[in-house]
C-alpha cells in the first residue's frame, strides 16, 4: 500500500439492532404460522382462509384512505404555497406531522 496506513484486522461488532432484527422478524414469523394452525385446527381451514382474505382487505383499505389523506394533505399544502409564491408573500408554515418531520430532519 503507498499510504502507510495498516488495514484493521479486526472485524467490527454488530449492533443489537442488526443481531436481534433478524431473529426478532424470524419468531414472529414462526408464531404467526403456529397461530394459523392452532385457529385453522378449531375453526377449520376455510375460516382461516376467509380471516386471512378479510384482514387482506381490510388492510388494503385502511392503507388506501392514509394515503388519499396524506395526498390531500400534500396538493393542499403545495397549492397554498402556490398561491403564497405568485401574491409575493412567504409560504404557510408547516403544521402537524409534516411540521415535525421537517423540522426533525
Do not use: C, H
Not at 495498516?6 to 439492532?17: D, G, I, N, T, W
Not at 382462509?49 to 388494503?60: D, K, P
Not at 394515503?67 to 403544521?95: C, H, I, W, Y
Amino acid at each position: 500500500m503507498t499510504t502507510g496506513a495498516s488495514p484493521s484486522l479486526a472485524p467490527k461488532k454488530r449492533s443489537r439492532a442488526r443481531t436481534f432484527l433478524p431473529l426478532g422478524l424470524v419468531a414472529w414469523l414462526v408464531l404467526e404460522i403456529w397461530l394459523l394452525t392452532v385457529v385453522a385446527d378449531a375453526a377449520g381451514g376455510l375460516t382461516v382462509l376467509a380471516l386471512l382474505v378479510g384482514g387482506a382487505l381490510l388492510g388494503t383499505v385502511v392503507v388506501k384512505r392514509a394515503g388519499r389523506r396524506a395526498f390531500r394533505n400534500l396538493t393542499s399544502t403545495f397549492q397554498q404555497a402556490q398561491e403564497a409564491a405568485r401574491a409575493g408573500g412567504v409560504p404557510p408554515r408547516l403544521s402537524g406531522p409534516a411540521r415535525r418531520t421537517a423540522t426533525a430532519s
